[in-house]
């Protein structure tokens, strides 16, 4: 599973000129799945995304995490984040789980997301044509991948 995290004051996410998720402060995760993922790969992303400590303290230092601010989570499934570009200029999406496990992969990401959380988050539609809008804080954008264990 790989994840593009962005730190946010505020994102939403329109589907078909209907908004259906909005947050403020808090973060906006750009979710891909791969075939070889497991329960494994979604335990170390969550607990990466709820405690990595990217959101100023009084003093002005990253070292607060979103549960630590009472932050929202907005999660958008992107199966172009396993996209191989090695050759041509057309990606090829072959690592990416197939639709099926990948729906249920992000339904159980979200389910545990939001128990380790401890409140609901916000999502996306899986497979719909999504409108992402946000404003990155700071910008903070950090890239995680289960498999590299980064």
Same mark, same amino acid.
């Given at each position: 599973?790989?994840?593009?995290?962005?730190?946010?004051?505020?994102?939403?996410?329109?589907?078909? #000129?209907?908004?259906? /998720? *909005?947050?403020?402060?808090?973060?906006?995760?750009?979710?891909? =799945? $791969?075939? /070889?993922?497991?329960?494994?790969?979604?335990?170390?992303?969550?607990?990466?995304?709820? %405690?990595?400590?990217? @959101?100023?303290?009084?003093?002005?230092?990253?070292?607060?995490?979103?549960?630590?601010?009472? #932050?929202? =989570?907005?999660?958008?499934?992107? @199966?172009?984040?396993?996209?191989?570009?090695?050759?041509? %200029? *057309? &990606?090829?999406? =072959?690592?990416? /789980?197939? &639709? $099926?496990?990948?729906?249920?992969?992000? $339904?159980?990401?979200?389910?545990?997301?939001?128990?380790?959380?401890?409140?609901?988050?916000?999502? #996306? $539609? @899986?497979?719909?044509?999504?409108?992402?809008?946000?404003? %990155?804080?700071?910008?903070?954008? =950090?890239?995680?991948?289960?498999? %590299?264990?980064?």
């Amino acid at each position: 599973m790989r994840i593009v995290l962005q730190r946010v004051l505020e994102a939403s996410v329109t589907i078909s #000129g209907v908004e259906k /998720a *909005r947050i403020d402060k808090g973060l906006l995760l750009l979710l891909g =799945i $791969e075939t /070889a993922d497991s329960k494994e790969d979604r335990d170390w992303l969550i607990r990466k995304v709820i %405690n990595m400590r990217i @959101f100023n303290d009084d003093e002005g230092v990253m070292n607060l995490s979103v549960k630590d601010i009472a #932050g929202e =989570i907005v999660v958008v499934s992107q @199966f172009t984040l396993h996209a191989s570009t090695k050759r041509g %200029n *057309r &990606p090829s999406y =072959i690592n990416a /789980a197939p &639709p $099926e496990m990948a729906n249920e992969q992000y $339904e159980l990401f979200k389910l545990e997301l939001a128990a380790e959380l401890g409140k609901s988050i916000c999502c #996306g $539609e @899986f497979g719909a044509d999504m409108k992402v809008k946000l404003i %990155n804080d700071g910008p903070v954008t =950090i890239l995680l991948d289960s498999k %590299n264990k980064e």
